[in-house]
């Protein structure tokens, strides 16, 4: 394979807008072309597989590259599947409720809240979400037998987050979405390491590798592949001096402009 390019996307600034919550026609088409030219296309995401609606699959991707790297899918074929045992995810859930953060515990078959009687805005946000998708976070947190792959969490000013960050830092990397909003996934996975386990199993070349994302926790992925993208709506605007290209903003048709810009189509 090694005439083929491949391409991986973030989906939240990235395929799918912030601002209209849809994916632009133009992105559809184009990734569906370069599949056609014989590239590879690939989603490398935070979300798990349960998060990821019909309608984004439906594009056509000839895989997926999940939870930050701990899940990778080809030709509908699991590849990897991290999770974590349930000692460790204890050890989460116990410091996340002692520590008063609202914790979203995610794998792929499952989502979890911690009560959601005492979810914060931002979370009951996301709670709310799942319901009205049709998908109910009824999974019992305290049960022996759950599990779950990574975590987000939600601090607040009660919140006793240098404890919590303590005790679960042997087991994951905490990426900073934002002073009040933090991603948790397993120490060794990322979007980088997904992307390197790919390459390998495809037998494709790094400098045929290209990634597009826009915000902080795309950063593993775009420092790895030496063609790094930018979505033009990326925040914080200091991502623009991180990589190789910046293009258009989603609603600018930007990943259309990508794919032409390095001749996928």
Not at 18 to 27: C, F
Request: net charge negative.
């Amino acid at each position: 394979m090694t005439d083929t390019k491949i391409m991986f996307f973030d989906i939240d600034g990235t395929l799918l807008s912030e601002e209209t919550k849809q994916i632009p026609e133009s992105a559809i088409r184009s990734i569906r072309q370069a599949r056609t030219n014989g590239h590879k296309m690939f989603i490398n995401t935070g979300r798990c597989l349960n998060n990821i609606d019909s309608y984004i699959l439906d594009i056509g991707f000839d895989g997926l590259i999940c939870a930050c790297g701990t899940h990778i899918i080809y030709n509908n074929q699991d590849l990897l599947y991290i999770t974590q045992p349930p000692e460790i995810c204890s050890i989460v859930v116990n410091y996340g409720l002692s520590c008063h953060l609202d914790v979203v515990f995610e794998a792929r078959t499952h989502i979890g809240f911690t009560p959601v009687e005492t979810l914060r805005p931002s979370a009951y946000e996301l709670y709310k979400s799942c319901i009205d998708r049709g998908f109910i976070p009824d999974m019992d947190i305290l049960s022996k037998d759950f599990f779950f792959d990574k975590f987000v969490v939600w601090i607040e000013e009660n919140s006793d987050f240098p404890t919590f960050l303590n005790a679960v830092s042997p087991y994951f990397v905490c990426i900073d979405r934002s002073d009040s909003f933090k991603e948790f996934v397993p120490r060794g996975y990322s979007k980088a390491s997904g992307i390197q386990f790919l390459l390998n199993k495809l037998n494709i070349p790094l400098n045929h590798a290209y990634a597009v994302g826009d915000s902080n926790n795309d950063l593993p992925m775009l420092e790895y592949v030496p063609n790094s993208i930018a979505m033009g709506n990326s925040q914080p605007v200091s991502l623009f001096e991180k990589v190789r290209y910046v293009t258009r903003s989603v609603e600018e048709d930007g990943i259309e402009h990508a794919l032409q810009h390095f001749h996928f189509i």
